[in-house]
Protein backbone atom coordinates (compact mmCIF):
# COMPACT_ATOMS: atom_id res chain seq x y z
CA UNK A 1 0.00 0.00 0.00
CA UNK A 2 1.45 3.46 -0.51
CA UNK A 3 1.59 6.20 1.35
CA UNK A 4 -1.59 8.47 1.51
CA UNK A 5 -3.44 5.64 -0.29
CA UNK A 6 -6.69 6.30 2.46
CA UNK A 7 -7.39 8.23 5.01
CA UNK A 8 -5.86 7.35 8.53
CA UNK A 9 -9.94 7.00 9.67
CA UNK A 10 -9.51 4.71 6.83
CA UNK A 11 -6.53 2.69 7.59
CA UNK A 12 -7.66 2.09 11.24
CA UNK A 13 -11.06 0.73 9.75
CA UNK A 14 -9.11 -1.69 7.71
CA UNK A 15 -6.96 -2.65 10.25
CA UNK A 16 -9.57 -3.29 12.72
CA UNK A 17 -11.37 -5.32 10.21
CA UNK A 18 -8.24 -7.76 9.82
CA UNK A 19 -7.76 -8.26 13.71
CA UNK A 20 -11.18 -8.93 14.25
CA UNK A 21 -11.28 -11.64 11.16
CA UNK A 22 -8.12 -13.05 13.16
CA UNK A 23 -5.98 -12.13 9.76
CA UNK A 24 -2.58 -10.80 11.82
CA UNK A 25 -2.19 -9.48 15.05
CA UNK A 26 -2.68 -5.42 15.88
CA UNK A 27 1.01 -5.13 15.71
CA UNK A 28 1.45 -6.45 12.64
CA UNK A 29 -1.74 -4.95 10.93
CA UNK A 30 -0.29 -1.22 12.31
CA UNK A 31 2.91 -2.03 10.50
CA UNK A 32 1.38 -3.01 7.25
CA UNK A 33 -1.29 -0.38 6.83
CA UNK A 34 1.14 2.33 8.48
CA UNK A 35 -1.18 3.40 11.19
CA UNK A 36 0.25 3.98 14.42
CA UNK A 37 -0.18 2.39 17.67
CA UNK A 38 -1.98 5.61 19.28
CA UNK A 39 -4.26 5.92 16.67
CA UNK A 40 -5.01 2.59 16.53
CA UNK A 41 -6.39 2.37 19.89
CA UNK A 42 -7.83 5.59 19.75
CA UNK A 43 -11.79 5.97 20.09
CA UNK A 44 -13.96 9.34 18.71
CA UNK A 45 -16.18 11.16 21.32
CA UNK A 46 -19.79 10.51 20.98
CA UNK A 47 -21.45 13.44 19.37
CA UNK A 48 -22.99 15.97 20.59
CA UNK A 49 -27.11 16.12 21.09
CA UNK A 50 -27.03 19.51 18.48
CA UNK A 51 -24.58 17.66 15.64
CA UNK A 52 -27.06 14.27 15.77
CA UNK A 53 -30.23 17.04 15.36
CA UNK A 54 -28.39 18.34 12.39
CA UNK A 55 -27.64 15.21 10.80
CA UNK A 56 -31.07 14.41 11.01
CA UNK A 57 -32.42 17.67 9.64
CA UNK A 58 -30.35 17.50 6.62
CA UNK A 59 -31.30 14.29 5.76
CA UNK A 60 -34.82 15.27 6.47
CA UNK A 61 -34.41 18.27 4.07
CA UNK A 62 -32.43 15.89 1.64
CA UNK A 63 -35.78 13.02 1.39
CA UNK A 64 -38.43 15.92 1.13
CA UNK A 65 -38.57 15.05 -2.53
CA UNK A 66 -36.77 18.12 -3.62
CA UNK A 67 -33.44 17.39 -5.50
CA UNK A 68 -31.08 19.60 -3.58
CA UNK A 69 -26.97 19.71 -3.32
CA UNK A 70 -25.35 20.46 -0.50
CA UNK A 71 -25.14 24.55 -0.70
CA UNK A 72 -28.84 24.45 -1.11
CA UNK A 73 -29.45 22.45 1.77
CA UNK A 74 -26.65 24.79 3.50
CA UNK A 75 -29.25 27.41 2.38
CA UNK A 76 -32.46 26.16 3.92
CA UNK A 77 -30.35 25.53 7.27
CA UNK A 78 -29.41 28.73 7.89
CA UNK A 79 -32.98 30.34 6.64
CA UNK A 80 -34.57 27.89 9.62
CA UNK A 81 -31.97 29.33 12.09
CA UNK A 82 -28.94 26.98 12.30
CA UNK A 83 -25.41 28.54 12.70
CA UNK A 84 -23.72 26.67 10.23
CA UNK A 85 -21.59 27.13 7.18
CA UNK A 86 -21.38 25.39 3.40
CA UNK A 87 -18.02 23.63 4.32
CA UNK A 88 -19.54 21.73 7.19
CA UNK A 89 -22.54 21.13 5.51
CA UNK A 90 -20.47 19.52 2.43
CA UNK A 91 -18.66 17.55 4.90
CA UNK A 92 -21.56 16.12 6.79
CA UNK A 93 -23.21 15.40 3.38
CA UNK A 94 -20.49 13.46 1.86
CA UNK A 95 -19.42 11.51 5.22
CA UNK A 96 -23.51 10.52 5.39
CA UNK A 97 -23.20 9.29 1.49
CA UNK A 98 -25.90 11.52 -0.03
CA UNK A 99 -23.89 12.88 -2.81
CA UNK A 100 -25.28 13.69 -6.13
CA UNK A 101 -23.95 12.62 -9.06
CA UNK A 102 -22.32 15.35 -10.93
CA UNK A 103 -24.27 16.61 -13.97
CA UNK A 104 -23.07 15.59 -17.28
CA UNK A 105 -20.32 18.63 -18.65
CA UNK A 106 -22.01 20.37 -21.54
CA UNK A 107 -19.95 20.62 -24.89
CA UNK A 108 -19.28 24.23 -25.74
CA UNK A 109 -20.57 25.50 -29.29
CA UNK A 110 -17.16 26.60 -31.23
CA UNK A 111 -19.14 29.10 -33.34
CA UNK A 112 -20.37 32.42 -32.66
CA UNK A 113 -23.57 32.95 -31.57
CA UNK A 114 -26.28 34.18 -33.51
CA UNK A 115 -29.33 35.21 -30.76
CA UNK A 116 -31.05 38.15 -30.79
CA UNK A 117 -29.61 41.36 -29.07
CA UNK A 118 -32.98 41.85 -26.88
CA UNK A 119 -32.42 41.46 -23.17
CA UNK A 120 -34.45 41.88 -20.30
CA UNK A 121 -33.93 44.94 -18.53
CA UNK A 122 -37.22 45.01 -15.94
CA UNK A 123 -40.13 42.78 -14.92
CA UNK A 124 -42.31 42.15 -17.96
CA UNK A 125 -39.72 43.28 -20.15
CA UNK A 126 -39.23 40.11 -22.18
CA UNK A 127 -41.36 37.02 -21.54
CA UNK A 128 -40.32 33.65 -22.80
CA UNK A 129 -42.50 30.57 -23.41
CA UNK A 130 -42.04 27.04 -24.80
CA UNK A 131 -43.10 23.24 -24.85
CA UNK A 132 -41.88 20.24 -22.99
CA UNK A 133 -42.98 16.98 -23.09
CA UNK A 134 -43.60 13.90 -20.83
CA UNK A 135 -45.62 10.83 -20.32
CA UNK A 136 -47.88 9.01 -17.81
CA UNK A 137 -47.07 5.66 -16.67
CA UNK A 138 -50.28 4.28 -18.35
CA UNK A 139 -48.71 5.39 -21.53
CA UNK A 140 -50.45 8.69 -22.51
CA UNK A 141 -48.16 11.76 -23.33
CA UNK A 142 -48.43 14.93 -21.42
CA UNK A 143 -47.31 18.02 -22.94
CA UNK A 144 -46.53 21.14 -20.81
CA UNK A 145 -46.77 25.36 -21.82
CA UNK A 146 -44.56 27.28 -19.71
CA UNK A 147 -44.38 30.88 -19.81
CA UNK A 148 -41.46 32.28 -17.95
CA UNK A 149 -40.23 35.81 -17.23
CA UNK A 150 -37.08 36.16 -18.29
CA UNK A 151 -35.30 39.17 -16.03
CA UNK A 152 -37.28 38.00 -12.33
CA UNK A 153 -37.34 34.38 -13.30
CA UNK A 154 -40.64 33.50 -12.52
CA UNK A 155 -42.81 31.24 -13.51
CA UNK A 156 -45.88 32.47 -14.56
CA UNK A 157 -47.58 29.77 -16.37
CA UNK A 158 -47.31 25.77 -16.44
CA UNK A 159 -50.19 24.39 -17.63
CA UNK A 160 -50.37 20.27 -18.29
CA UNK A 161 -52.81 19.19 -21.13
CA UNK A 162 -52.81 15.78 -23.38
CA UNK A 163 -52.44 18.09 -26.57
CA UNK A 164 -51.50 22.16 -26.67
CA UNK A 165 -53.01 23.99 -29.90
CA UNK A 166 -52.57 27.57 -30.73
CA UNK A 167 -56.20 28.27 -29.57
CA UNK A 168 -55.06 26.80 -26.29
CA UNK A 169 -51.66 28.57 -25.96
CA UNK A 170 -53.83 32.26 -26.62
CA UNK A 171 -56.04 31.42 -23.89
CA UNK A 172 -53.59 30.98 -21.42
CA UNK A 173 -51.45 33.85 -22.24
CA UNK A 174 -54.44 35.99 -22.30
CA UNK A 175 -55.23 34.91 -18.40
CA UNK A 176 -51.64 35.98 -17.85
CA UNK A 177 -51.86 39.31 -19.93
CA UNK A 178 -54.99 39.97 -17.54
CA UNK A 179 -52.86 38.85 -14.25
CA UNK A 180 -49.20 39.98 -14.46
CA UNK A 181 -49.52 43.06 -17.92
CA UNK A 182 -48.61 42.63 -21.14
CA UNK A 183 -44.75 42.14 -21.69
CA UNK A 184 -42.97 44.26 -24.43
CA UNK A 185 -41.48 41.12 -26.00
CA UNK A 186 -42.32 37.60 -26.27
CA UNK A 187 -39.13 35.23 -27.21
CA UNK A 188 -40.54 31.55 -28.91
CA UNK A 189 -39.30 29.18 -31.51
CA UNK A 190 -41.43 28.61 -34.73
CA UNK A 191 -43.70 26.16 -33.55
CA UNK A 192 -47.05 26.24 -35.42
CA UNK A 193 -48.85 27.05 -32.03
CA UNK A 194 -46.44 30.61 -31.82
CA UNK A 195 -46.66 31.48 -35.71
CA UNK A 196 -50.56 31.21 -35.76
CA UNK A 197 -52.63 33.87 -37.78
CA UNK A 198 -54.71 34.02 -34.88
CA UNK A 199 -52.02 34.50 -32.18
CA UNK A 200 -50.22 37.26 -34.25
CA UNK A 201 -52.87 39.37 -34.78
CA UNK A 202 -53.87 39.01 -30.58
CA UNK A 203 -50.45 39.90 -30.01
CA UNK A 204 -50.44 42.92 -32.67
CA UNK A 205 -53.79 44.15 -30.54
CA UNK A 206 -52.34 43.72 -27.45
CA UNK A 207 -48.80 45.54 -29.02
CA UNK A 208 -46.54 42.81 -27.97
CA UNK A 209 -43.70 42.18 -29.94
CA UNK A 210 -42.11 38.72 -31.00
CA UNK A 211 -38.86 37.46 -30.63
CA UNK A 212 -38.27 34.34 -32.91
CA UNK A 213 -34.91 32.79 -32.89
CA UNK A 214 -33.72 30.89 -35.94
CA UNK A 215 -34.27 27.12 -36.55
CA UNK A 216 -32.35 24.64 -34.63
CA UNK A 217 -30.96 27.19 -31.93
CA UNK A 218 -32.40 26.56 -29.18
CA UNK A 219 -29.59 28.34 -27.11
CA UNK A 220 -31.20 31.35 -28.33
CA UNK A 221 -34.14 30.86 -26.14
CA UNK A 222 -31.72 30.16 -23.15
CA UNK A 223 -34.13 31.00 -20.46
CA UNK A 224 -36.71 28.78 -20.72
CA UNK A 225 -34.46 25.85 -21.80
CA UNK A 226 -32.38 26.69 -18.43
CA UNK A 227 -35.70 26.19 -16.88
CA UNK A 228 -37.01 23.39 -18.72
CA UNK A 229 -33.65 21.58 -17.48
CA UNK A 230 -34.72 22.00 -13.66
CA UNK A 231 -38.00 20.87 -14.46
CA UNK A 232 -36.71 17.65 -15.69
CA UNK A 233 -33.97 17.07 -13.18
CA UNK A 234 -35.84 17.85 -9.86
CA UNK A 235 -39.66 16.88 -11.19
CA UNK A 236 -40.04 15.08 -14.10
CA UNK A 237 -37.17 12.31 -13.97
CA UNK A 238 -38.40 12.00 -9.90
CA UNK A 239 -41.98 11.65 -10.50
CA UNK A 240 -44.54 8.85 -11.86
CA UNK A 241 -47.72 10.01 -13.10
CA UNK A 242 -50.62 8.07 -13.36
CA UNK A 243 -52.71 10.08 -14.90
CA UNK A 244 -53.22 13.95 -15.92
CA UNK A 245 -54.67 15.20 -13.11
CA UNK A 246 -51.69 13.73 -10.75
CA UNK A 247 -49.52 15.19 -13.30
CA UNK A 248 -50.93 19.13 -13.01
CA UNK A 249 -50.99 18.46 -8.92
CA UNK A 250 -47.18 17.49 -9.50
CA UNK A 251 -46.09 19.84 -11.62
CA UNK A 252 -48.33 22.68 -9.64
CA UNK A 253 -46.52 22.22 -6.45
CA UNK A 254 -43.18 22.17 -8.23
CA UNK A 255 -44.53 25.96 -10.16
CA UNK A 256 -45.14 27.01 -6.21
CA UNK A 257 -41.90 25.63 -5.17
CA UNK A 258 -39.98 27.23 -7.69
CA UNK A 259 -41.15 30.29 -7.70
CA UNK A 260 -41.77 30.92 -3.65
CA UNK A 261 -38.78 28.97 -2.31
CA UNK A 262 -35.88 27.45 -4.59
CA UNK A 263 -33.05 30.14 -4.61
CA UNK A 264 -31.19 30.94 -7.68
CA UNK A 265 -27.48 31.96 -7.46
CA UNK A 266 -28.28 34.35 -10.28
CA UNK A 267 -30.78 35.74 -8.40
CA UNK A 268 -28.39 36.56 -5.09
CA UNK A 269 -29.99 32.60 -3.69
CA UNK A 270 -33.01 34.65 -3.75
CA UNK A 271 -36.81 33.27 -5.00
CA UNK A 272 -38.01 34.77 -8.37
CA UNK A 273 -40.96 36.12 -6.25
CA UNK A 274 -38.55 37.47 -3.53
CA UNK A 275 -36.24 39.03 -6.37
CA UNK A 276 -39.20 40.82 -7.41
CA UNK A 277 -40.60 41.91 -4.82
CA UNK A 278 -43.49 40.40 -4.35
CA UNK A 279 -43.22 38.27 -1.28
CA UNK A 280 -41.12 38.60 1.91
CA UNK A 281 -40.22 35.43 3.57
CA UNK A 282 -39.43 35.42 7.57
CA UNK A 283 -38.89 31.71 9.10
CA UNK A 284 -39.60 31.18 12.86
CA UNK A 285 -36.34 30.21 15.08
CA UNK A 286 -37.11 26.50 16.09
CA UNK A 287 -34.35 24.79 15.10
CA UNK A 288 -31.94 23.95 18.10
CA UNK A 289 -28.76 25.64 18.59
CA UNK A 290 -25.61 24.33 19.52
CA UNK A 291 -24.48 25.28 23.50
CA UNK A 292 -21.16 25.99 22.48
CA UNK A 293 -22.06 28.95 20.24
CA UNK A 294 -23.38 32.08 21.36
CA UNK A 295 -26.94 33.37 20.02
CA UNK A 296 -27.03 34.25 16.61
CA UNK A 297 -28.49 37.85 16.23
CA UNK A 298 -31.17 37.92 13.16
CA UNK A 299 -31.94 40.43 10.33
CA UNK A 300 -35.02 41.90 11.76
CA UNK A 301 -38.48 40.82 10.08
CA UNK A 302 -40.20 42.87 8.03
CA UNK A 303 -43.09 45.09 10.09
CA UNK A 304 -46.66 43.93 9.34
CA UNK A 305 -50.26 45.59 10.03
CA UNK A 306 -50.81 45.75 13.72
CA UNK A 307 -46.77 44.58 15.08
CA UNK A 308 -43.79 46.53 15.30
CA UNK A 309 -40.26 46.09 14.05
CA UNK A 310 -37.79 44.73 15.64
CA UNK A 311 -35.60 47.28 17.55
CA UNK A 312 -31.62 47.50 18.00
CA UNK A 313 -31.22 44.01 15.54
CA UNK A 314 -33.45 41.93 18.19
CA UNK A 315 -36.27 39.58 17.12
CA UNK A 316 -39.55 40.86 18.03
CA UNK A 317 -41.39 38.63 20.76
CA UNK A 318 -43.90 37.24 17.14
CA UNK A 319 -42.53 36.37 14.43
CA UNK A 320 -45.07 36.83 11.22
CA UNK A 321 -45.64 34.34 8.84
CA UNK A 322 -45.83 34.77 5.21
CA UNK A 323 -47.61 32.87 2.91
CA UNK A 324 -47.85 33.41 -0.97
CA UNK A 325 -50.44 35.56 -1.58
CA UNK A 326 -52.70 33.12 -4.02
CA UNK A 327 -52.28 30.41 -6.32
CA UNK A 328 -50.11 30.57 -9.71
CA UNK A 329 -51.97 29.65 -12.80
Same mark, same amino acid.
Given at each position: ???????????????????????CSKRA?????????????????????????????????????? *??????????? *???????????????????????????????????STGLP???????????????????????????????????????????ERSLK???????????????????????????? @??????????????????????????????????????????????? @?????????????????????????????????????????????????????????????????????????????????????????
Amino acid at each position: MRKKALSPASRRAIANQAVEKRMCSKRAACRILLVSRSSFHYRGREESGWLLALKKRIRELAYDGK *RRGYRRIAQKL *REEGWRVGKRRVQRLWRAMGMRLAPPRRKRRRAGTSTGLPTRAEHRGHVWTWDFIADATVRGGPIRILTILDEYTRECHVLRVERSLKSADVLEWLGKTVDEHGAPEYLRSDNGSE @FIAKKVQAWLKMKAIKTIYIEPGSPWQNGYVESFHGRLRDECLNQEQ @FWGLKEARVIIGDFQRYYNYERGHSSLGKQSPKEYAGLYRRTVPITAPRDPAYAPVALRAPYAQAGQNPSIHGKPSTSLPTNTPGGTEK
